[in-house]
């Protein structure tokens, strides 16, 4: 079993709709827990990072976090097509230069 | 842009032989971690080098080394190369961005590495 899992994907929503990503994680330890976004050839960006349990906001980025579940999700509301890419669930402790990541979900966002 | 340089872009090698790969990290970051990714999965942690120590280390064998300068700039080595190093390899540099003092990393643009 892995770590870190997310739902298998390929995710697939309309323009304008609410796109749910989901994750789970096996050490309970983990403190510290991210999400990437990363468009096909290129790098990992950090859209959000989350520490505490409940829920997160930045513009139309939800991340919530359940520690006695060891689930973490993104939501993204309004999906636009320019959000469509893989997202990266990402754990670690106080240091997240040594995260372990999940294996991510592509997500579509058809016009 | 993240401030993450790493060179080269692409690279490509054959079996047996060996690579160095370099990255700058962003500027007041002293601390670097480098990451393997394969096609069609996550990053998997290498090492992290902080004030030019090995600061942990994932599970990779020997054959995977690297450096870090005074000015925290790092190497990847790779010797012996095999068809399954084939990947991106990420460079991440680290900073404190919360007030409770928890990490977040910044990465480069990568390295793709195609071993024939």
């Known amino acids: 079993q892995k770590e870190v899992e997310q739902n298998s994907g390929p995710l697939s929503v309309p323009e304008g709709a609410i796109a749910s990503l989901n994750c789970t994680y096996s050490?309970?330890?983990?403190?510290?827990f991210f999400w990437y976004r990363q468009y096909s050839g290129k790098s990992p960006e950090l859209i959000m990072f989350?520490?505490?349990?409940g829920d997160k906001e930045d513009g139309r980025f939800t991340a919530q976090l359940n520690k006695a579940s060891q689930y973490v999700s993104l939501l993204i509301r309004d999906s636009q097509p320019s959000d469509s890419a893989t997202y990266l669930c990402?754990?670690?402790?106080?240091?997240?230069?040594?995260?372990?990541f999940g294996d991510g979900t592509t997500l579509t966002v058809k016009p | 842009e993240t401030g993450v340089t790493q060179s080269p872009t692409h690279l490509i090698k054959t079996r047996g032989q060996q690579v160095t790969l370099r990255c700058s990290s962003q500027?007041?970051?002293?601390?670097v971690s480098w990451y393997q990714q394969a096609l069609g999965q996550g990053p998997q942690f290498i090492f992290q080098?902080?004030?030019?120590?090995?600061?942990g280390r994932g599970n990779f064998p020997p054959r995977f080394s690297g450096l870090q300068f005074p000015n925290y700039s790092s190497e990847l080595n790779v010797n012996a190369l095999e068809l399954d190093d084939s990947a991106l390899y990420l460079c991440?540099?680290?900073?404190?961005?919360?007030?409770?003092?928890?990490?977040?990393?910044?990465f480069g643009p990568g390295t793709r590495l195609t071993v024939l």
């Open positions: 991440a540099s680290t900073g404190t961005g919360t007030s409770r003092g928890t990490d977040t990393q910044y």
């Open positions: 050490d309970r330890g983990s403190q510290s």
């Open positions: 989350i520490y505490s349990n």
């Open positions: 990402a754990v670690s402790g106080t240091n997240a230069g040594k995260s372990t």
């Open positions: 500027s007041g970051h002293n601390t």
């Open positions: 080098y902080y004030r030019e120590e090995e600061n």
